[in-house]
C-alpha cells in the first residue's frame, strides 16, 4: 500500500529576497500537498553543519557528479571528487546564511514529484515549468566564476531516507501538524 510522505523544501536567500516565495509554496499546494510544517529562520552555522553533513561519501559522491557535468562541458577540474564536494558544502552552506523558509510538505511520492516540480539543480538546465526553469538562469559556470553556489532558489530532498534526516534537523516534532484538508480525497481518494 502506497502511503503519503513527507519532503522538505527550503526557500533560499534568493527565492525570499525576491519576494515570489508565495509562487513558489502555491506550485507544491497546486500538485496537492499539504504543508505540515513551516518556518522562517536565519540557520546557524551549526545547523547548516548538520544539514550538509561534512560526510565523505557524500562529499566524494558530489565530486564526482560534479566532475562528469563538467567534463561533458570540455572542463577538466584538477581537484579531487573529496576537495570538489568539501568546496560544494561550503559554497551551499554559505548561500543559506541569511533568511529562508524551510517547509515540509506532505503527500503521495512527495519526494519524486518535489524535485520534478524544483526541476534541475542548474537553474540554465531547467526545463520551462520548473520553479529552477522559471525563475532563474544562474549556472555552474557563473557560479563557479563568482565561487559561490548556484541560485537555485530552493533545496528540495533527494530521497525519502535524506528527507527523514533533513527534517529532522530542522523541526521538532511538535513542530509538524496532521490535519484535515477538504480537498485531499479528491486529490488523493
Not at 71 to 85: H, L, V
Not at 110 to 126: F, M, Q, Y
Request: aromatic fraction near 8%; charged fraction near 30%.
Amino acid at each position: 500500500m502506497v502511503t503519503p510522505e513527507c519532503t522538505l523544501v527550503i526557500l533560499k536567500p534568493d527565492t525570499v529576497q525576491r519576494a515570489i516565495v508565495g509562487q513558489i509554496i502555491s506550485r507544491f499546494e497546486q500538485k496537492g500537498f499539504r504543508i505540515a510544517g513551516m518556518r522562517m529562520l536565519n540557520p546557524t552555522s551549526e545547523k547548516l553543519g548538520i544539514h550538509y553533513a561534512d560526510d565523505l561519501v557524500w562529499k566524494k559522491s558530489v565530486g564526482a557528479k560534479t566532475r562528469e557535468k563538467m567534463s561533458s562541458r570540455g572542463i577538466a577540474i584538477k581537484e579531487s571528487d573529496e576537495e570538489i564536494g568539501a568546496r560544494i558544502r561550503e559554497w551551499n552552506m554559505k548561500g543559506l546564511q541569511a533568511p529562508v523558509i524551510a517547509i515540509v510538505f506532505e503527500g503521495y511520492h512527495a519526494v519524486e514529484l518535489g524535485r520534478k516540480i524544483v526541476g534541475d539543480t542548474e537553474p540554465r538546465s531547467a526545463l520551462p515549468g520548473t520553479i529552477r526553469g522559471d525563475f532563474s538562469t544562474d549556472s555552474y559556470d557563473k557560479a563557479d566564476e563568482d565561487k559561490r553556489v548556484v541560485r537555485g532558489l530552493v533545496h528540495a530532498s533527494g530521497s525519502v531516507k535524506e528527507a527523514e534526516r533533513e527534517i529532522k534537523v530542522w523541526f521538532k516534532d511538535e513542530e509538524l501538524f496532521d490535519y484535515p484538508r477538504h480537498d485531499w480525497a479528491i486529490m488523493h481518494g
